[in-house]
């Protein structure tokens, strides 16, 4: 319940048209408190409890700001898009597409095998097996969401698919030895 109500604090903090810190403090810590408790009083089964509601609170105030928005402006003409100087230019749909395709599908299979080799390292480590599977479920959104942001910055697709590819190896080889 205090992660709910810290979400829904950040939320109220972060809607005003002052930045407060002490609002957002007290959110952050709210949350945090909610974590370090559920982490002592259930371990990681509370944390992941915890998590949930957590985000399930931020989907719902996300689903409340996008209803109650106010409509976008005139639509862009079919076919073009708008650039700053008022010019049209082609949709590159062909290019978008490759671009989505690499940063979520891809990344996502390559953040899935990464996440399970750390799993695999730390059973080899010697860590309990719901540790480790706790491991590889909270680095899996992590790593997918450092790869979509490598990914986004870097604009030539042979460096792009390089990095999914010396990534996925590495983390298949890892994953095909076993100890």
Do not use: D
């Amino acid at each position: 319940m205090c992660a709910v109500l810290a979400i829904a604090l950040l939320r109220f903090a972060w809607s005003t048209s002052k930045r407060s810190i002490a609002l957002n403090g007290m959110a952050w810590g709210a949350l945090f408190t909610a974590m370090a408790l559920s982490a002592v009083v259930e371990g990681a089964w509370g944390m992941a409890i915890v998590s949930l509601c957590a985000m399930g609170m931020a989907a719902l105030c996300l689903a409340y700001a996008a209803w109650t928005a106010p409509p976008g402006k005139a639509a862009v003409p079919a076919g073009r898009m708008k650039q700053e100087g008022g010019r049209t230019e082609p949709l590159q749909l062909g290019h978008r597409g490759v671009t989505f395709l690499v940063t979520v599908p891809a990344a996502l299979l390559v953040a899935m095998a990464v996440a399970l080799a750390a799993r695999e390292l730390a059973n080899r480590a010697g860590l309990h097996e719901a540790n480790s599977a706790l491991l590889a479920f909270l680095s899996m959104p992590l790593i997918w969401a450092i790869l979509i942001f490598a990914l986004l910055f870097w604009p030539r697709r042979r460096a792009q698919f390089m990095l999914l590819g010396g990534l996925s190896c590495a983390a298949l080889a890892l994953l095909a030895v076993r100890v």
